[in-house]
């Protein structure tokens, strides 16, 4: 999900919005607060939070150290005792683009600001704020089978996601439950609109993975159904996959290519995904390695060397699709 367009007021960033950041859940920045010390150094007023660019680093050298494997406790030690930047830049924090005036947001009966998007998503929110969920799934199928998988997503589901994600965040993080509520009925309509997985075969496989640390799954699963419906054999690890188990995993099915999903630029490992795409299988002078798709926000700037960068799904699809029926 994309971020909130509100600005970082001047006392930092609210819990949610730090979460968002980094691609974990609030409980989570919470419980390394209560639990391992890496709360805010100052305190504001009142009972919310803010967080400072010092304090968002910390944090994120935390996330970068469990990628790895490392203990939380170790993880958390190690991120108090490395020093920050001397004055941390305004780029830890980027200010976000400030929300377009031009004509005022629509509501869809709920309070989720959705402005001109598709009447599908004001229905989606509605049934998503009444936890309705046979009203939430019919209309998240009717999508599908409407617009087809990857525009659904993109034009449809997305959106109403983003939406709800900005209504926890302006309501002191209520309405969690709407966006699990939501995320869950997502997947098992992606499940339910998916044909059966096509059978393997060799060395036309995809292997499709979030990287270690990170658990958004929702658009991998987007891109196996619609490989699914093309044929293709996937391979579906989901979320935080462990680097060895990736590894294994490769080596083991021979894929033609490799899709690596990162959330945040915390968790996106280069020399992760240069390592996979160098990764070579088959009898000598017949050497064969993985396309490396590096896919989700994380991965924003320059491609890691030898690896591509696909635009979005729909690009994705398309190069995964040629690639696996040569």
Not at 2 to 29: H, I, N
Not at 45 to 63: K, N, Q, S, Y
Not at 84 to 105: C, D, F, G, N, T
Request: hydrophobic fraction near 40%; aromatic fraction near 4%; proline fraction near 9%.
């Amino acid at each position: 999900m994309s971020e909130s367009t509100e600005p970082a007021g001047p006392g930092g960033l609210t819990t949610g919005e730090v979460a968002r950041r980094l691609g974990v859940a609030p409980t989570t920045v919470r419980t390394w607060d209560q639990r391992y010390g890496l709360g805010p150094d100052r305190h504001t007023g009142g009972r919310h939070r803010r967080w400072t660019p010092a304090d968002v680093a910390r944090l994120e050298r935390m996330c970068a150290l469990t990628a790895t494997g490392i203990p939380p406790a170790e993880a958390a030690r190690l991120a108090r005792e490395t020093p920050a930047p001397a004055s941390a830049p305004p780029s830890v924090l980027p200010r976000r683009a400030p929300a377009p005036q031009a004509a005022p947001a629509s509501r869809a009966g709920s309070g989720l600001r959705l402005g001109d998007a598709r009447q599908e998503c004001k229905g989606i929110a509605r049934a998503a704020l009444r936890l309705d969920a046979a009203a939430l799934d019919r209309l998240l199928l009717d999508a599908i089978r409407e617009h087809g998988l990857v525009a659904a997503w993109t034009e449809v589901i997305v959106p109403t996601l983003q939406a709800v994600g900005r209504k926890w965040e302006s309501s002191g993080e209520r309405y969690v439950e709407v966006e699990h509520f939501l995320s869950w009925h997502v997947s098992g309509a992606l499940r339910r609109a998916a044909p059966d997985t096509a059978p393997d075969r060799p060395g036309a496989s995809v292997v499709l993975a979030c990287v270690p640390g990170d658990n958004h799954t929702l658009a991998l699963e987007v891109l196996s159904a619609a490989l699914a419906q093309r044929g293709i054999p996937v391979r579906m690890f989901g979320g935080a996959l462990p680097v060895e188990s990736l590894i294994a995993a490769v080596r083991r099915t021979g894929p033609a290519a490799v899709a690596l999903w990162a959330q945040s630029r915390a968790t996106a490992s280069r020399p992760l995904a240069q390592h996979v795409a160098a990764m070579e299988w088959g009898v000598r002078g017949a050497r064969r390695s993985p396309l490396v798709l590096t896919l989700g926000p994380g991965w924003s700037g320059r491609p890691a060397p030898g690896t591509a960068r696909p635009h979005g799904l729909a690009d994705a699809v398309q190069a995964l699709e040629g690639l696996a029926t040569r």
